[in-house]
């Protein structure tokens, strides 16, 4: 149990992992979709991703699937490296595994078909935003106020007494 333990936590440290994950979980959305839904006629019809559904109209396909996934990890990678030492890293290791919780459940509606199930993959999505402005909101707004604290503190340091 232990030694779970600690590959688990390596992973979770690992910036190079994590969006790996969000990687695999956007090819699995999207290999259910084409495999669950049947017909390219279906995914044109109810596909909520208006660029999956650009995509299959064009015949770009494999194209937007090589890039969505390249990109999905480089943002990972680039916003978990820049997160790695700071106190909201596991914020931004929950954002990415709740995004790939919902790409793979988005996969699993074509399964389902159900309309109270796709609109709890949708709500799932927004949520991931939600918690991502409201994070990094915070945290501009911390670095700004503790910016603005530090120069009246440095103001009123340099100040000759009268």
């Excluded at 990687?23 to 495999?35: G, H, K, P, R």
């Excluded at 017909?39 to 109810?46: A, D, F, G, M, T």
């Excluded at 480089?74 to 030492?85: E, T």
Aim: charged letters at 10%; proline letters at 3%.
């Amino acid at each position: 149990m232990q030694q779970i333990s600690q590959n688990l936590q390596s992973i979770y440290r690992n910036y190079r992992a994590i969006p790996l994950v969000l990687s695999a979980a956007v090819v699995i959305d999207y290999a259910l979709t084409f495999y669950l839904a049947g017909s390219i006629e279906r995914i044109l019809k109810y596909e909520y991703s208006p660029t999956l559904v650009y995509a299959v109209e064009h015949g770009v396909v494999l194209p937007y699937l090589m890039f969505t996934v390249f990109f999905y990890y480089a943002a990972g990678y680039i916003v978990l490296k820049c997160l790695a030492d700071s106190k909201i890293y596991p914020i931004g290791v929950y954002i990415i595994l709740l995004m790939s919780i919902t790409h793979v459940l988005g996969g699993l509606s074509w399964y389902v078909l159900s309309a109270w199930y796709s609109n709890t993959v949708l709500a799932l999505s927004l949520t991931s935003v939600m918690v991502t402005i409201t994070v990094f909101g915070y945290e501009i707004l911390r670095q700004v106020c503790f910016s603005c604290i530090y120069i009246v503190y440095m103001c009123k340091a340099y100040q000759e007494p009268k």
